[in-house]
């Protein structure tokens, strides 16, 4: 039996998202003054802080609009390539749920999906690159094989959530193939990646929202 995720419910989760997001600013920040420019936190948490504040406009638009209006935000209001890759894909996602007021399990799945393929395909990074990627991707295919088992609601939750937290950890044992990271003698080895770790940080609070609040 699937869920159904309204606009609001989403709202909900990404305000879920940017508590978690500027909870955890000073942690990093300090990962990103480690391997990268240092302003991934600023960057993202300005991001949260902008969707929040469109929260009410939102939740009174079917939720294919709330994608796109997300998408619109990201990109103008996300500094450097996060903007635009965040931007792009929730843009490509509002196009595969185009005319849906409300989603459903197979609709999350498609979009959490049709977000990692935009960022792979305008980031020109894949899995392994140590980049965001390395969380959003595992935390798809997971969905994906959750639901072609038929596994329960509850137990496809668990296993994207854990997914999504295990591929930001994977992170540490990665060669930086894109970014400031990549330039670093040891290629940040040893250290997580900052956008791994925010991305994971919002497919967590997702699954914890949906677990808690619609199933």
């Known amino acids: 039996m699937s869920f159904t995720m309204t606009s609001k419910d989403y709202v909900a989760y990404i305000k879920m998202a940017a508590k978690k997001i500027h909870d955890n600013g000073d942690y990093i920040s300090e990962l990103d ?80 999906e049709t977000m990692v393929n935009d960022m792979m395909t305008r980031g020109k990074a ?20 959750c639901l072609e ?10 296993a994207v959530k854990k997914a999504a937290m295990d591929g930001a950890e994977e992170t540490k044992k990665m060669e930086a193939v894109k970014g400031r990271a990549s330039y670093q003698a040891n290629k940040g080895v040893g250290h997580l990646d900052p956008g791994a770790v925010t991305m994971s940080y919002q497919l967590e609070c997702l699954c914890d929202y949906v677990s808690e609040n619609l199933l």
């Open 33 to 112: 003054a480690t391997t990268g420019d240092g302003d991934h936190w600023a960057n993202i948490n300005m991001g949260f802080e902008n969707l929040v504040a469109a929260g009410d406009e939102m939740e009174a638009m079917p939720i294919c609009d709330v994608f796109k209006k997300i998408g619109m935000l990201m990109m103008s209001k996300i500094g450097g390539s996060s903007g635009v890759l965040y931007g792009g894909a929730y843009m490509a996602a509002a196009k595969a749920v185009a005319g849906k007021a409300t989603i459903d399990s197979q609709d999350l799945c498609l979009v959490l």
């Open 149 to 158: 088992r038929g596994d329960s609601d509850k137990d496809t939750m668990a």
């Open 126 to 145: 894949q899995p392994g690159y140590k980049t965001m990627i390395d969380s959003l991707y595992p935390a798809a295919q997971t969905y994906k094989a």
